[in-house]
């Protein structure tokens, strides 16, 4: 099982403070790293330009769009954390100046959930002896908000170390100078979107295999477009 069901370990476990994850932040930013630094790679290429505009495209790639895709998450995470933190104080003065009105939501939440008669009443007056409480099951029933949102900086960092790293794999041949760079970078870019979907599988009912499968294959469509049209560009301009 994943976890124990003992009376105490069971409220060890409730009782834990809500922790969020940055897993949506590490998946975001790995897969677009290495599909747009990837597409560069593969655009130039097949334009027929050298490796040092390889390089030089990539490098800024790596760096400007990894910081731009940070900061919009940051952005992002921040704006939902303070509507929830808005939400929050408005479910505050609704209790403070309609607190009859705010109760008779919380009867109606609770009667949906199959809850009748005393039993009910009991319930709404348990959850509404306590404002924090009364607070979280309104936000999370009437406007269904997160009861943990992550911190905007971590999920900015998450997102851009994620990019770096695997944005950085298929510029690596040619900074290695490894004999035939693009063919290494199109299986070293491969085995990355195929580890990427392995790893969020242990957060899926989906197998690794299967979910490494389909990231490989949302990879290997993006960077096929990529090619197919710096190809065109280069018989353009040639």
């Known amino acids: 099982m994943e976890h124990s069901h003992t009376p105490e370990d069971i409220r060890e476990r409730l009782t834990r403070p809500s922790t969020s994850s940055h897993l949506r932040d590490f998946v975001y930013g790995g897969i677009d790293g290495a599909v747009t630094t990837f ?11 050298s490796r040092t505009v390889i390089i030089a495209l990539g490098i800024a790639n790596v760096l400007a769009d990894g910081f731009s895709m940070a900061a919009s998450n940051y952005s992002a995470t921040k704006a939902e954390l303070d509507n929830l933190k808005r939400l929050r104080e408005v479910e505050r003065k609704h209790i403070r100046e309609i607190p009859e009105g705010e109760r008779e939501e919380i009867r109606q939440i609770l009667r949906l ?22 607070v979280d099951m309104m936000v999370a029933e009437e406007y269904g908000m997160p009861a943990a949102i992550p911190a905007p900086l971590p999920a900015a960092f998450a997102t851009f170390s ?20 693009f063919t290494t970078a199109i299986i070293a870019t491969g085995i990355t979107f195929f580890a990427i979907g392995a790893m969020k599988s242990r957060w899926a009912l989906s197998s690794w295999w299967r979910s490494g499968s389909e990231t490989l294959l949302i990879g290997a469509a993006a960077a096929s477009i990529a090619y197919i049209a710096g190809h065109w560009i280069g018989m353009l301009t040639g």
């Open 113 to 134: 959930k199959g809850l009748r008669g005393d039993v009910l009443e009991q319930a709404v007056d348990a959850v509404t002896a306590d404002e924090t409480v009364w």
């Open 39 to 49: 597409a560069i790679v593969a655009g130039v290429e097949g334009a027929g330009f």
């Open 162 to 181: 994620a990019f770096l790293v695997c944005g950085s794999v298929p510029l690596l041949p040619f900074l290695l100078r490894l004999p035939d760079p």
